[in-house]
């Protein structure tokens, strides 16, 4: 949104979804003479620090506003409430004073939007049309200088079926001319009962556990401009395993779901599946030097790091291959010991033989029924033996039949990524790469750490009395201690349902149950339809990717990418070069490049150096994803489940067909304003703009 007069300026933080609060505004009044030109107001720092004890959340807001004019400027603070919370304490001092505000219900509040409105010519405001209002004058704001707020806030958050949901609005994307100086989030949980899975999907949190009942998050970022809210949800529960369900569901159509498997961060060690782990290592001559080194170095604190009770084999490879041992050994500490014996007399030289080193491997469990993970760690592509792609293929997917997962470390960028994925995704394992810059031990011990601890191998999941289809994964990953497995798809019918979650508990078979319900209608979480699409597209186009391209797979990904406003290599069109140009200026040089990397064709068929694995990378990100994103596009908007487009300076629904009959309302008549007093949760749409076409309770509307 650009500024449309140098009098009447909107300044941030305006901040709303539905059923939460929003940061403050601060409404400047015109200067004394109109000619005036005035310089928006500055944002120095936007802190938030967030309490919540047993369901009741406190929220404390502390920013301070900088106003760069040569002049005073007077104004009206406002601040939107969420529902059912009550301000605590206020701090606006002026000249040594405590200023005092008051509270309006939404029935004023609502005239006061309203009016700012009519008086800016800027509708965005009208998305608060249904919530409580906090208000005081400001003055003055000094040529020059600070005005510091802080706020306090108390609400008691919802529980439903074991999940608690906290949201903080960091939009901000409609009110600031610029980007922050920093924003930081600190927040604490403290319950009586155990804290099972901790999860944000709209930010990338540090995770701290103080305990099984207390956790602590933190998000920090500097000059930055937020472009979606603050989401945190929690669950509670005594269980060895928890389920926790979250759905959306806007229209008659099918809904959406999330479903989050975690169990307990700390596990009785006796409950802890033994596993069977492979170490397979490329030790041609590409990886002589530092690659080397830190190969070994890795595989030394693997090996440390193995279970009592675990079995281990290394098989290190170049044109030959070599095996530790003729199977796989105990995990003792004679065993382990020999095996850094072996690690440590490891050199670099000759050819890739990947096809008889992968074999070998997988003929190393013999008839064990424990879970068997390959670590497979490679710089370079088959130059030995077996070299024919499809051929490789082929031969590990005979060799796999008790499904070992393969899990890829691709190092540097002389790589074949389609080779290396192909083999993690068709053997239930995943694809990393470590650039030139990075380091093979850290990356590698990172991973050994996340699966040290098996709970639950063997997966599977059956919903009943709903019908769920497109949910991905479409095979579950074993589930380990400390970790999470989150699934998304869609869901037919309604009503009270169980999850079935059965899998494999040192070779004895467990069905756990959880009730749950699958609601009829569910707006709350509108991140979920996108988040969905995203992971859908990644399957579709990882298809095209390793195994070529068809019209429907086309077809479907086109259709999804207009649907839900995602950049993929056959809907580029979108990417302009004015439309790169993010809201305060260029975009980030992560934001440009991402855009780069998903709308180039190349993504999908540059096998090797560093757009290959850039591209690699992305699509395997896009597969695992669990964070809603947005569209990265200026002409481009996501409200809810809906996309919207800019199409000739009017924001048009993606849904919306040419020649379909619309209820025609004029921007700022009589009959716009009963319509937003009327529907006042159509306000989100309304705050596009003045030209608007959009689907509300079933019928399609046009502001004109």
Same mark, same amino acid.
């Given at each position: ?61 502390? /920013? ?10 007077? @104004? ?7 529902? @059912? ?124 556990? %103080?305990? !099984? ?15 979606? &809210? ?59 030097? &530092? ?12 090996? %440390? ?35 850094? !014996? ?26 064990? !029924? ?8 490679? &710089? ?61 031990? %850290? ?26 289809? &497109? ?41 756990? /149950? ?37 019209? /429907? ?55 090797? @150096? ?6 690699? /990378? ?18 481009? !908007? ?67």
């Amino acid at each position: 949104m650009k500024f449309k007069s140098p009098i009447f300026i909107t300044l941030l933080i305006a901040l709303l979804p539905a059923f939460a609060a929003a940061d403050g505004i601060i409404i400047i009044d015109p200067p004394p003479h109109p000619d005036e030109q005035v310089i928006p107001l500055e944002v120095i720092y936007h802190r938030v620090k967030i309490n919540i004890t047993k369901g009741v959340a406190v929220t404390h807001i502390d /920013e301070v506003f900088y106003n760069p004019n040569n002049m005073d400027l007077e @104004g009206t603070f406002i601040f939107p409430l969420p529902v @059912g919370a009550s301000i605590s304490d206020f701090s606006l001092y002026i000249d040594g004073k405590k200023v005092s505000g008051e509270v309006l219900p939404a029935d004023e509040a609502r005239d006061i939007y309203e009016d700012i409105v009519r008086r800016l010519k800027d509708p965005a405001l009208l998305e608060y049309m249904d919530r409580n209002l906090f208000k005081l004058r400001v003055y003055p704001i000094p040529a020059r200088g600070k005005r510091r707020v802080e706020l306090t806030y108390t609400e008691t958050l919802k529980y439903d079926f074991g999940t608690v949901k906290y949201v903080y609005p960091l939009d901000t994307e409609k009110y600031s001319s610029a980007p922050l100086n920093e924003v930081t989030i600190e927040a604490s949980i403290k319950t009586d009962i155990p804290i099972k899975s901790v999860y944000s999907p709209s930010h990338d949190v540090d995770i701290v556990r %103080k305990g !099984k009942s207390e956790v602590r998050l933190s998000y920090e970022e500097k000059n930055t401009l937020p472009d979606r &809210d603050f989401v945190l949800y929690y669950t509670l529960s005594k269980e060895e395993i928890d389920a926790s369900l979250i759905t959306y569901r806007e229209r008659g159509d099918d809904g959406f779901f999330m479903l989050l498997l975690t169990p307990s961060p700390e596990v009785d060690r006796n409950n802890v599946i033994p596993k069977d782990v492979t170490f397979v290592l490329d030790t041609s001559g590409s990886m002589k030097g &530092d690659k080397i080194k830190q190969a070994k170095d890795a595989l030394t604190f693997c090996i %440390k790091s193995l279970n009592q009770g675990d079995r281990f084999n290394i098989i290190r490879f170049a044109t030959d291959t070599e095996s530790f041992r003729k199977g796989l050994v105990s995990a003792n500490k004679k065993n382990k010991s020999e095996a850094h !014996k072996f690690v440590s007399a490891i050199k670099a030289r000759g050819g890739t033989n990947i096809n008889d080193a992968l074999l070998l491997a997988l003929k190393s469990n013999g008839q064990s !029924k424990r879970p068997h993970i390959l670590i497979f760690i490679t &710089d370079g592509e088959p130059t030995v033996g077996e070299t024919d792609l499809p051929d490789i293929i082929d031969n590990i997917e005979k060799g796999n039949k008790k499904k070992a997962r393969i899990f890829v470390f691709g190092v540097g960028e002389d790589i074949n990524t389609h080779l290396l994925d192909k083999i993690s995704s068709e053997n239930h394992g995943v694809s990393e790469y470590v650039k030139p810059a990075e380091r093979i031990d %850290k990356i590698v011990s990172n991973f050994i750490k996340k699966i040290q601890s098996p709970v639950l191998s063997g997966l599977s999941i059956d919903m009943t009395k709903v019908k769920v289809k &497109d949910a991905f994964p479409k095979e579950p990953p074993d589930l380990f201690a400390g970790s999470q497995v989150t699934i998304v798809g869609r869901y037919r019918g309604s009503g009270k349902s169980t999850i079935l979650l059965t899998g494999f508990v040192n070779k004895k078979k467990m069905v756990f /149950e959880y009730p749950v319900k699958f609601p009829e209608r569910d707006t709350e979480n509108d991140f979920l339809p996108r988040i969905w699409a995203t992971r859908k597209i990644a399957y579709l186009l990882d298809e095209i990717r390793l195994n070529g391209e068809n019209r /429907e797979l086309v077809d479907e990904i086109i259709k999804l990418a207009t649907d839900f406003g995602i950049v993929t290599p056959y809907t580029s069109f979108l990417v302009t070069e004015d439309q790169r140009e993010g809201f305060g200026g260029a975009p980030t040089p992560e934001a440009d490049e991402e855009l780069h990397v998903m709308s180039e064709r190349s993504m999908l068929t540059k096998k090797g @150096g560093s757009f290959g694995v850039k591209s690699a /990378e992305k699509m395997r990100n896009l597969k695992e994803t669990d964070k809603v994103r947005g569209p990265n596009l200026m002409s481009i !908007k996501q409200v809810g489940e809906r996309t919207f487009f800019l199409r000739e300076k009017v924001w048009v629904d993606s849904e919306y067909k040419k020649g379909t009959k619309t209820n025609e309302i004029k921007y700022g008549s009589k009959k716009y304003w009963v319509f937003a007093k009327n529907n006042p949760k159509a306000g989100r749409y309304l705050s596009l703009g003045k030209k608007v076409i959009f689907n509300y309770e079933g019928s399609w509307y046009k502001i004109n």
